[in-house]
């Protein structure tokens, strides 16, 4: 699988996210996924990086709401 095709799986299970995902973590999520699909603005970060930023993200916080329950 490719670092796109990845990515857009995370960003589908992002919407399973528990609503008790912090607003700080919502909008990191947010940020690395408008760099990603829109492209780095005011930084130096690529937009592949910003995808692997994101699905190791949206990991974490599956991972944090699996333990949680």
Same mark, same amino acid.
Request: proline share 3%; glycine share 4%.
């Given at each position: 699988?490719? +670092?796109? &095709?990845?990515?857009?799986?995370? %960003?589908?299970?992002?919407?399973? #996210? ?5 607003? =700080?973590?919502? +909008?990191?999520?947010?940020? #690395?996924?408008? $760099? %990603? ?10 937009? &592949? =990086? ?9 990991? $974490?916080? #599956?991972? &944090? ?5």
């Amino acid at each position: 699988m490719g +670092l796109k &095709e990845e990515f857009q799986e995370h %960003a589908e299970k992002a919407r399973t #996210l528990p609503n008790t995902t912090t607003n =700080e973590s919502l +909008l990191i999520i947010y940020g #690395l996924y408008k $760099q %990603a699909t829109v492209g780095p603005i005011n930084t130096s970060k690529s937009q &592949e =990086e910003a995808m692997s930023d994101y699905i190791a993200k949206i990991k $974490q916080l #599956l991972e &944090e709401a699996a333990a949680a329950e």
